[in-house]
């Protein structure tokens, strides 16, 4: 079978400082990511690009259009692109989606300064596709205070934000993952969607927090799978990730391949939420590459070709794991397998 040349295959930088820092272990600097990205392959395939999360000391979000340039030369002499980025819309540059109106106004202010950073790499050639991720920068138990009325806030500060995104001709991706207040269970996820009413805004699935949503972690009304759920139970799984992604699959315009164990994890200061698992964890309960189809393919079956690169998202692995070269083969090998089995040619 030929080797598709769609969905592009993306590795993340962020997984270097998620979970790092001063409460952990030392963050990972940009030039090691980009130097294990560069140098993973499997079958004469490698990374076709990066997706970034605008956090210092890896990226400045104030670059002047000079250093965006200089950005876009580097990582285009390594043979990859820029997807996706990740707004950095938590305090203390941004605030609360729900939060006051200061709060509000920052986290607005740094999509707005994340679309002018993607559109700057778009025009310099080497983000050709992606959106921007946002999240409601609070948690679920502050959120549950008042459910309606912070979804309503939510939702405005999501409304404002896509409009200033829509300036720079940048969609936005609300990342579905149970640590977010308003976007910790499947259900919670579609009525804040249909509350921000705009095009231009949509969902982004990580495969690693989605399953979670299954179980109803942070919000056990929307349990789709039984609390004693047998994981050898294959067909239940299946109509689980069936009826989840049938009613999100409409918004999704971002992905994420990734492993998971059925349990939580958090590290540093990053709270509690769907383990990242290595992509042959023995204790995975995803099989990547068919549940993955879940996403990536129609309630009929039929590609839907609607996201142009998709990413792998490890994010708290030790140090040690990250450094080893073997760890992104075997990444890289796995999102080989999903395009072979839900990819395209253009």
Sequence with gaps: MAEHTFPKLHNATWPGFVGKGEDSEPIIPLDDLLKMTVNAEVDGVKFDGIDIGLFDPHFNIDATDDELKQLADRVGELGL???SLVAPIWPPTGGSAMGS???RKNFVEMVRKSARFGQKLTEYGVRPYGVIRVDSATDPITWEKDPVGNTKLIAQTFREACDVAADYGEELAAEGEICWGGMQSWKTMIDTLEAVDRSNMGFQADM???LLYLLGYNH???RIL?????WDDK????EGMRKMTNALRPWMNDFHVAQNDGTVFGSG???KTGRHCLANDPQGRLDIPHHAGFWLRDEDGNLTKRVKHICWDGCM???EVMYKQETWNNILGKMVEVRQAHGWSE
């Design 101 to 103: 109106k200061d709060d």
């Design 235 to 238: 067909e239940a799984l299946d």
């Design 317 to 319: 692995f030790p140090n």
């Design 220 to 222: 056990p009304e929307d």
């Design 226 to 230: 039984p609390e004693d759920f047998d």
């Design 269 to 271: 200061a990053h709270d």
């Design 208 to 210: 690693a927090h989605t």
């Design 81 to 83: 692109n820029i997807g």
